[in-house]
Structures are given as C-alpha cells and as structure tokens.
C-alpha cells in the first residue's frame, strides 16, 4: 500500500486548493519534540496541509497495535521517537512492508553527538522531562508570571528577571508565560495613558526591562477583534482608534528613552521570536550586574 495525497490544483494558481497529507507522530514520551518538529518543516512548504495524528506515550505492544491499524488505515509519512529496539523495529518493518517513509527525529543528531564525542548514549524515555532543577525552576518562574501578570504585586519588581512594558495587546502577557516556559521570571505592566507606572519600575535594579510596541495599525486590528469577541462596539470608544493608539506607542518610545530601556517592535514577530530576543538582552544584562558586583566589592 503506498502513501495516498489528495491535491486538487486549478489552472490559475491564486485557486490552488492546499495538499493534504497524513503525518502520524509516534512517540514513547510526551511527543513535544516530534510536533515541534514536524510543524517547522511543514510551515517550510507552501499549500500544504497535514492531517496528524498524534500518539503519545506509546510503551506498550497493545499501544503499538493501535498506532500501527491506523497508520495502514490512513497511510502517509510517519515520524518517531522510540527507545524500545524492539517496539521501534515493528514501527519500522510496517512501515516498509506498506511502503511508507518513517524516520527517527532524533537519528540524524545522535549519530553526530556520538561520532563527535565518542561516547556511548544512555538513552532514557522521556529524558528530558525529568524533575530536574531546570523543570523546578520553570514551574516557579509560571507561578509567578501568573501572580503578576498585567501589573498586579508591583511591590514585587525586585523579584523578576525581565519586565515588560507596553500598551494593552502587545502580547505582553502571552511572551511572559512563554518566558517562563525557559526558566525566566517575568511580569508585565500595561502603559495606559494618564495612569502612572508603578514607582518601583523606575527604581529597579535587577530586572531587565524591556518595551514592547507594534503599528497602530496592527494594534487597532488586535483590539476590534477582542472587542468583536466580547460582543462590544469597536466603533464605540477610542480604544481601536488609530491616532489614540499612535500616541500610546509614542508615549511608550519616549518612556524607554529617557530610562535606557530596549524596545521591540513586534509587529512581525513570533512570541518564540521575542522571546529569543529578550533572553540575548537578558544575558547582556546579567554580564552587566555580575561586573557592577565585582566592581561593588
């Protein structure tokens, strides 16, 4: 049986109707590595679709059985990231007996790792989602984002790793919670004009504070749709104008300004992307405050 991709393409390409293929994702742990995987490829190839079907978890033969009906049910590419020698080897022997591409996600980079350091691997299920320090700490960093998300607890300011800074529907709060994701303690407060930030903000020594600002245009359009979801009037108050919002975005250029504080437009940004960007600036920052307590001694 061989891999079955229904396209219907008109002659005029603007009517080019997307490829859809099935994409089974098998994994003996959580599956975040391979759907991170699989979605940064796919996101590579324009018109196209995957329909995925997902199977975390798979540590048993019964399990396997499951993946392995449905996959010869809905044939197409599969993905995997297995330990078992001898569950991964079934995978595989299907997947060959229905002419089926399969692949090991991980392969590729393993056998890099072990001719570059000459090293046996130990591998582990689900290794990397061990309750180490590093998960401990990722835990306590959402805690308290979720504590002080949208201002609340300033008195806590000296807390935080970063701060962020912008007016309301600059993706503040959702590029803390993906901070936090890292390890990193952050918080956010709204620049609302005629409101004054908290003073502490402006005596902070540790945190690294950053603005966050996008067009009036894309603003605007991120605010009549979250008015439109709360059934309320976008032509109705100021909060969608154009020219009221320019001058919140200029309010917050100058307020970075004049305190030295780095800004970032994320007008056509990922949240991933901004993030990445604030950690660059939080290492730099943290250089900074380790030499002024050397220099301090």
Known sequence: MSTRV?????????NAVPTFFHLHLVSDSTGETLSMVARATVARYDDVEAIEHFYPLVRSDKQLDRVLADIEASPGMVLYTMINPEMTERLVRTCRDLGLPC??????????FQSYLNMPQMPRVGGQHQLDADYFKRIDALNFVLMHDDGALPEDLEEAEVVLVGVSRTSKTPTSIYLANRGVKA?????VPAIPLPPKLFRAKRPLVVGLIASPERIAQIREHR???LNAD??????????AIAEEVALTRRLCSEHGWPIIDVTRRSIEETAAAIIALLKEHR???AALAETGR
């Open 103 to 112: 692949a090991d996600v991980l392969d590729p980079v393993i056998r890099m």
């Open 227 to 229: 008015l439109l979801t």
């Open 287 to 289: 250089v900074r405050l």
């Open 6 to 14: 229904h396209s219907a393409v008109d002659d005029d390409e603007e």
């Open 187 to 191: 918080t956010n407060i709204p620049i």
């Open 234 to 243: 976008p032509r109705s108050t100021s909060y969608v104008d154009r020219h």
